[in-house]
Each structure stands twice: as structure tokens, then as C-alpha cells.
């Protein structure tokens, strides 16, 4: 079956530190990858796409950045955190033949002090 | 760029009557527009998904309707059950070639017994 995990699911980081957040989808290949994130009192905003390795899209060009090193992995990271980056941040994918709808992670939340 | 609102942030209603949400659309009209359901601290669920050549779907108590002439999507929960309160969230595609979804805020429902 296709499972999606991401982790670490809270961190608490002082501002300036830096971000790694990990996902892995499991049981497909090739999907199509997305980060999201839930700021309090905010909708959910695209951050980034991947439709394939080493090809990210940005759409939201703040101090965050995406990487695809695999093709079922999706790292989101920052050199230096901001008290703004606070925020529920969540991972999804696309299912092949499902007809778009996207799949959700467990989300990570993630507190800068 | 293709804008979404969903114009209640927050809806009370009475066990047993119908909930009806609504998300309007502001750009081109979408292939497809797409339901999914949010709890506290989870990632969104996906619930229905219509095409632009679909007014109407269902799903056991739900129901879904695309106006591409009023650029909105009504949706319903019939026979409104407390278990049903949650946040429920409009997707489009990001854009005609549909690699994203972009995300209303999303209406905060809740029924009461």
C-alpha cells in the first residue's frame, strides 16, 4: 500500500537556527510532491512542488528552500529560522490514477522561539 | 493567479439539518475543483472531487455542485451529525495545467446536539 511519513512531527527551534524537515512516500514512484504549511489563523499555502528529482518549483520565495535528493523524498529546509516560519508544516502527494486528489501527511509543527 | 475564498470562516448548526459551505473562485475556471475535510492538528482529508462538465455529486451525505457561470461550488452535509464538525477546505488546481492545488482558509463547521 502507498504510505506518506514525515518527521519530525514538533520541534521547538530558536530563531537563526536552521530546518530540516523530511518526507517519504512509500509504495509508488514517480509522484508528484508537495509542501504546505498552516500558519495560526491562515489557510494552507503552497510552498513548494516537485514533479520529478531535482526539479522544484517555489512559490512562496522566502528563507525556505526544497530539495528532491530521491525520487520519494522531499526535504524542506532553512539556513536560519524565523519567528514567522512558526507554523504546521505538511507534506502531500499525488496517487497515481486517483484522479488528483492529494494525500496528506501527518505534519510536522513546528515552533521557532 | 487564481484566488479562492471561502467566505464563512466559521458555521454553527443543529444536529439533523444541513450544512451548506460555500467556495467562489475569482480566475479562470478550474477542470476540476475538489472537497477535503481537516481536524484539529491532522493533515486534510480528501472527500469528493467534480469536474467542470459535473453540476452535481454525491457521497452518501454529501453532496458537491459546480456553477462554472457563478464561479462557485456549493457544499453539503445532509442530516448533520456532531461527529461532522470539523474544517472543511476548497482546492483548485494552481493553474490550467493543474501540477498544484491552492486551498481556501476553509469553513470551521459545528454541530451541536
Known amino acids: 500500500s502507498q504510505t506518506i511519513h514525515q518527521w519530525p512531527a514538533t520541534l521547538v527551534q530558536p530563531v537563526g537556527s536552521p530546518l530540516s524537515l523530511e518526507c517519504t512516500v512509500e509504495g509508488t514512484s514517480n509522484p508528484n510532491l508537495y509542501w504546505y504549511r498552516q500558519a495560526a489563523g491562515r489557510g494552507l499555502q503552497l510552498l513548494f512542488y516537485s514533479v520529478g528529482i531535482g526539479q522544484i518549483s517555489s512559490e512562496v520565495p522566502q528563507n525556505l528552500s526544497a530539495s528532491r535528493p530521491q525520487d520519494r523524498q522531499f526535504i524542506l529546509s532553512s539556513k536560519k529560522l524565523l519567528l514567522s516560519d512558526s507554523g504546521f508544516y505538511l507534506c502531500?502527494?499525488?496517487?497515481?490514477?486517483?484522479?488528483?486528489?492529494?494525500?496528506f501527511g501527518e505534519g510536522s509543527r513546528l515552533t521557532v522561539l | 493567479s487564481q484566488k479562492i475564498e471561502q467566505n464563512s470562516e466559521a458555521l454553527n448548526i443543529q444536529e439533523g439539518k444541513t450544512a451548506t459551505l460555500t467556495c467562489n473562485y475569482t480566475?479562470?475556471?478550474?477542470?476540476?475543483l475538489q472537497w477535503y475535510r481537516q481536524d484539529p492538528g491532522r493533515g486534510p482529508v480528501f472527500l469528493l472531487l467534480i469536474r467542470e462538465n459535473e453540476k452535481e455529486k454525491r457521497k452518501e451525505r454529501l453532496k458537491v455542485t459546480f456553477d462554472t457561470t457563478l464561479k462557485q461550488s456549493l457544499f453539503h452535509i445532509t442530516a448533520s451529525q456532531p461527529a461532522d464538525s470539523a474544517t472543511y477546505l476548497c482546492?483548485?488546481?494552481?493553474?490550467?495545467?493543474?501540477?498544484?492545488?491552492?486551498f481556501g482558509k476553509g469553513t470551521t463547521l459545528s454541530v451541536s446536539s
Open positions: 482546492a483548485l488546481p494552481i493553474n490550467q495545467a493543474g501540477t498544484a492545488l491552492i
Open positions: 480566475n479562470y475556471s478550474p477542470a476540476y
Open positions: 502531500a502527494w499525488i496517487r497515481q490514477g486517483a484522479g488528483g486528489e492529494l494525500f
